[in-house]
């Protein structure tokens, strides 16, 4: 254990217990979602299941709300419903991770949980950190207890990837098909271009470059957090790619992949994972037999904000999904788990208001146009005419930034199943073909819901 690794193993739980007491004040703490015990959380890493229980790493900041040096944070469950905060598993505090363990995933294999991670290093100088200056090394941590970390080294750095990237080659996520283990990378190219590495490796640590996946044409400057997988037959590539046009500052998509992700490959249509303002860079496993993800409920660089900071924390992950697929087209919807928080279920008749717990579920199946007002301050409305759907703040306070979003449909709109937390919405439309996941800071206290043009059904739910 070296000396940086002490001070901060020691360190990170003073500075959480600090924290504890005005984050739990904040009315807007989140009940039923992974979020900090203090300071800031982005992408969701290492996701696995080990026996009974799983396992949800994170990007964690504990020093500073707004970001800072990124640890893992650590929490475990044996019903993806209640979580117990684990100690942090990795620190920032060696020579190639030093200004950032980021993001990665996990593999367990013969008693040990093998965690592939970026070591984030800034070189100092007068560098762009772009093209020059940054390290984004393959690293690899391994525990066997799944708990504390045994052995930490590099298995890559920058200078061994292919020619022709820039220093941002990142976020591994590993699996292991037909006796190989095989590895995507996020890239940007010199020329910035987004594009996906795929490696093998007979052993986990020597890895072999065996594939570049990217579109015929350009599509963003950078594609980070690529997950790959089959489902049911199909396999999905899913990107959070960055310079695309798009209503965020950044996209995240998913392109169904035809052909072999180690060869000869096409991509299909690229298209949004959500349509909301809060959810970027997801990642997804197999717990047996379904496969479930998680994304992180925020946006890098957004000009809007979480009033959460007042309380020293920012940003959560969202319900876990699970995923299935209708053809080309992924359907997310929320972890089957969910039915064991449902309270007694009560009416939504069309055209009437209704008052419940700021954490509620609510399901529908409209035959044309409706709208739903959530807590006065943002409406969701379905024009059966264009199939546009329109996800719109009417509150400033509760949108804190956040103004409107609109997509439009492939299919007529005809279900609508909602999953609130104490700031969150998550809007799950056509069983999951369409989501719109965004945070919302209602006024504390019960939330009028106001539905018109379909009825529906709300239960209040609670852990
Ligand atoms: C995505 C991302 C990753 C990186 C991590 C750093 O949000 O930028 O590419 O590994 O966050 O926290």
């Known amino acids: 254990m070296n000396a940086l690794h002490r001070d901060l193993k020691h360190l990170v739980p003073l500075v959480e217990g600090l924290g504890a007491a005005q984050a739990a004040a904040d009315p807007h703490r989140q009940r039923l979602h992974i979020q900090p015990p203090v300071g800031w959380l982005n992408d969701p890493n290492g996701l696995c299941r080990v026996g009974d229980t799983y396992h949800v790493f994170y990007q964690y900041g504990p020093f500073d709300p707004t970001s800072g040096v990124k640890h893992w944070g650590h929490v475990t469950s044996t019903d993806l419903l209640h979580w117990q905060r684990q100690p942090v598993a990795l620190y920032p505090d060696e020579p190639f991770d030093c200004h950032g363990a980021y993001s990665g995933s996990a593999l367990y294999e013969d008693g040990v949980l093998w965690l592939f991670y970026t070591g984030n290093v800034k070189l100092p100088g007068d560098y762009d950190h772009i093209t020059a200056g940054r390290e984004n090394n393959l690293c690899l941590a391994t525990s066997r207890d799944c708990i504390t970390i045994d052995t930490k080294e590099c298995l890559l750095h920058t200078a061994e990837y292919p020619a022709g990237l820039s220093c941002h080659v990142r976020d591994p996520k590993v699996w292991l098909q037909d006796g190989t283990y095989y590895m995507v990378l996020g890239a940007r190219t010199l020329e910035d271009r987004g594009e996906v590495l795929v490696f093998a490796s007979e052993d986990k640590r020597q890895w072999r470059h065996i594939n570049t996946i990217t579109t015929p044409e350009p599509f963003g400057y950078m594609w980070e957090c690529p997950d790959l997988f089959e489902l049911d037959g199909q396999w999905f590539l899913l990107v959070s790619p960055q310079g695309i046009p798009c209503q965020n500052v950044y996209g995240c998509g998913y392109f169904p992949l035809y052909g072999d992700f180690r060869g000869a490959y096409t991509l299909g249509e690229y298209r949004p994972l959500d349509g909301g303002f809060d959810y970027y860079a997801p990642q997804s496993f197999t717990d047996g037999d379904r496969r479930l993800q998680f994304g992180w409920m925020g946006m890098p660089d957004a000009p809007y904000v979480n009033p959460t900071l007042a309380y020293g924390w920012q940003n959560c992950l969202t319900f876990p999904r699970q995923l299935r697929r209708e053809g080309d087209i992924l359907l997310q919807s929320p972890a089957v788990e969910l039915k064991a928080l449902r309270g007694a279920p009560a009416a939504l008749a069309a055209g009437s208001r209704l008052e419940v717990s700021p954490c509620f579920e609510l399901a529908a199946a409209p035959e044309g146009s409706f709208s739903l007002t959530v807590a006065e301050g943002l409406t969701f409305s379905y024009d059966e005419a264009s199939r546009t759907v329109l996800l719109r703040f009417t509150d400033p306070a509760a949108g804190a930034g956040r103004d ?24 799950f439309l056509n069983e999951g073909a369409v989501v719109f996941t965004t945070r919302y800071y209602p006024q504390p206290g019960p939330v009028s819901l106001r539905l018109e043009g379909a009825s529906g059904t709300v239960w209040p739910l609670s852990l």
């Open 404 to 427: 409107q979003r609109t997509l439009t449909l492939d299919a007529p709109c005809r279900s609508v199943q909602v999953l609130a937390d104490a700031s969150s919405l998550e809007i």
